[in-house]
């Protein structure tokens, strides 16, 4: 069983950068693609971005360009920095690891395809 914890939300103000780290266990850093997904209440889990274990980056649309994901395998652990912050990023920020799927390489991470995850760190941005 895979476990991973996240660390690094908070408060900022729009413009301003936070950094979330999670540790995940058992070296999965390198064996599985790693992603951050978000959730607003009573809406669906939406992927932000994607590392595969060829260390290829995928991000959605509305992120491109601020945020960066990234892998620390000395520490196992995989990074989402994240830069220019919009009230909009506001919500609750989950990292996952999962199988990397040759049919999903490339895209926006889908919650289906992974199967751990971690509790979750709040991220608040405001105007």
């Known amino acids: 069983q895979v476990q991973l914890v996240e660390s690094g939300g908070g408060s900022v103000q729009a413009g301003g950068s936070l950094r979330l780290s999670c540790v995940v266990s058992?070296?999965?850093?390198?064996?599985?693609?790693m992603a951050w997904f978000r959730q607003d209440p009573g809406k669906e889990r939406e992927g932000v971005a994607v590392v595969d274990t060829s260390d290829k980056t995928t991000y959605a649309d509305s992120v491109k360009g601020r945020f960066t994901i990234a892998k620390d395998s000395a520490k196992n652990a995989v990074t989402l920095q994240m830069n220019n912050l919009k009230p909009e990023d506001t919500s609750m920020y989950f990292c996952?690891?999962?199988?990397?799927?040759?049919?999903?390489?490339?895209?926006?991470?889908?919650?289906?395809?992974?199967?751990?995850w971690g509790q979750g760190t709040q991220v608040t941005v405001s105007s």
């Open positions: 996952a690891a999962g199988l990397c799927l040759f049919s999903t390489m490339g895209q926006v991470p889908l919650p289906r395809h992974y199967s751990f």
């Open positions: 058992d070296n999965a850093v390198g064996r599985y693609c």
